[in-house]
Structures are given as structure tokens and as C-alpha cells.
């Protein structure tokens, strides 16, 4: 088991000039659940296009979800949707939940080199949430679904389009998520790697692909405050 720990040893990190950040569940915490709403959205989506209620529809969009990486994408592939189009309606949310974190922004902002946002979401979805976080402004760029020719992390062919588009040297970065499958193929391409894990663990319903095991190694880090987690980083605590 990686250890759990809010305040790593920066030691760990002086080498790191690449970072890189998941953003749902990630940049902000689990319980405000931004993801319920994309679910339910997804969910009627798949009602509408298939023709079928919602209890199928939801079984369907989670097959796809464990089978291809991400609803989308099993989407693509046997119906042939248009992608624009269902991320549009996906992502069509209320951020009001989403409150502007300022000791995020500035602990992001001291981070030395280049920041990323990589996500399975989309641009729109993603400044949406950093905008109203107040941390858009500390990112160099965001890599999304789009970009990654639709192909979801945890794919590797997907982490080395992202790193050949941005020149980002993966020996010298580290990456932060909150699946612990999606820092399989990052560290394996020499990034550190820091699993956010929500810090009400007992109340949160987590679905079973994404819970940490024996078997996670490829996890440096767990840490249930990213904004803790960075300050140690940059020696701020
Ligand atoms: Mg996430």
C-alpha cells in the first residue's frame, strides 16, 4: 500500500517541473459530486438514443464505462454516436456547488514549471470547474477527451499523446488523481504518482473499480488534501 499522508517530503518532488492533475474528484473533493450529475445526464442520454428506460440505460452506461474507460467511448464504438454532441448534454450541470479555492490556486500557482489539467472530460467542462474552483488562470493547458482522440485514460497510447503534444518530459513529472487505475500507465512512464482519496472514506459510496487494493504499487502517494499536499510540496505548510 502506498502511505497516506497530507505532508510528503519535498525531496520527493525537487526534480519535478511537469504537473500534471486529474480534474473530477481531483482539484476538487469527492463529496461535492460534480459526477452525480454528469451520471444522471449520461444516463438519460443513453435512454433517449437507445430507446430503453433508465434502469437498462444505466446498466448499459456502466458496461461501457468498465469496458471501454469511459461511457463515451463504448458509445463510439457500438453506436456510432457523435461525440460532440454527448459531451455537450454530459456536461450540461449546475457548478454552483463548486466554491473558489484560493490556497489551491496559490499552492498550484508556486509549483515551479508547467501545470496540466488531463482529463476524460471536456475543455468546456473543464474550465467551467477551474474557473469556478479561481484556479483556471495557474494552468498552461488542458488535455481532454477530445484531444486524446477519444481514447480514456487509463489507455498509455493516451498519456504519450498528451506528453509528445506537450513536450512534457514524464521522468521530471508527477500526476495527481483520484482512480487509482489511471497511475498505472504514468508511473510506468517515470512519473510520480499521488492518489486523492476522499477524506469522509467511510460515508462515501465508492463504486468497486475505484477502490485501492495490495496490489496498487504504482501509487507513490495517497493523500486526502491536495491543497495540503502542495503546500508541503512547495514548503509552504
Ligand atoms: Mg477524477
Known sequence: MPQLTQTPDAAD????REWV???DNTLYPHRINLFEQIDRNMTRF?????????VEARKLQKQYYLDHGTTLQGLMIHHHVDPNAFLERAHAIDYSPLLPHPELGEAIKALPGR????????VPHAEATARALGILDHFDDIFDIVAAGYVPKPAGETYDKFAALNRVDTS???MFEDLPRNLKA???RGMRTVLIVPNNLGDAVLDRWEQVSDADDHI???????ERFLRSVIGRL
Open 13 to 16: 518532488f525537487a526534480h519535478v
Open 21 to 23: 492533475f486529474d480534474l
Open 46 to 54: 443513453v435512454s433517449e438514443l437507445l430507446q430503453v428506460d433508465a
Open 115 to 122: 501545470k496540466f489539467i488531463f482529463t476524460n472530460g471536456s
Open 172 to 174: 521530471r513529472a508527477a
Open 186 to 188: 504514468p508511473k510506468e
Open 220 to 226: 507513490d502517494y495517497m493523500t486526502e488534501d491536495l
